[in-house]
């Protein structure tokens, strides 16, 4: 399976080895900790997997309480909170080596007429994303070549990702910039028809560049690194249907950073400029020691 869309889809599909528990793989990455991404998706997977699939996923808030193994399966342990007539509310606990890892609090809500429907317009316009360059052609442009580890990186990307504004690289080119971030994003190839498998891959791809607005006045997202970082929490907000193999512009900005932590939170729409997802998450920030 050499599509990394496919692999992103393969990673989804967990393994049910009880009534509500679930295992998923954990691919060995040349990471420090797994991809929280990972974790939100599989456990959301796990979640939808115990209801009758009629309602979608419209709201979930989830903890991260230590940084996953890479190469470790995870455990997801379901909690079957409710069963109303409009609602659906599921608890998940991620496990790994006999420890919890992650939280996540899922609601599912039966698609109903409200009476009324209002949204804020796009807080800004961008270029389209067929006219912006890949990161993969902006790293390559700017170092010549791409260094080995970022290549073999690139092939396994499950997601096409295209900044709206130019990647910066050096403090320079820093300076007076604003925490705010904007890309364009979908899967780099098709992810089927199941509404939940679209849902937590978009999920995945939520905590691919969100804290990236964190760090923007702070340090170019690209070289050196002179923090590292780690989701704390992350709540999200799903507000029509989508699909994550079709592009959407993730608009994403960070109101504040202080004592340790920044908070960041995005919006996602359509081509069309509809608000698909409201996101927010809190970060971690320490300085790496040279």
Known sequence: MTNPAERLVDLLDLEQIEVNIFRGRSPQESLQRVFGGQVAGQALVAAGRTTDGDRPVHSLHAYFLRPGIPGVPIVYQVERVRDGRSFTTRRVTAIQQGRTIFNLTASFHRSEEGGFEHQLPPARKVPGP????????????????????????????PFDIRYVDRLRWTTEEIKNAEPRSAVWMRAVGPLGDDPLVHTCALTYASDMTLLDAVRIPVEPLWGPRG???????HAMWFHRPFRADEWFLYDQESPIAVGGRGLARGRIYDLEGRLLVSVVQEGLFRRLER
């Open 130 to 157: 067929e006219s912006l360059p890949t990161v993969v052609q902006e790293v390559e442009k700017h170092l010549g070549a791409l260094p080995e580890t970022l290549e073999r990186m690139a092939r396994r990307q």
């Open 227 to 233: 923090f590292d970082m780690a989701s704390l929490d």
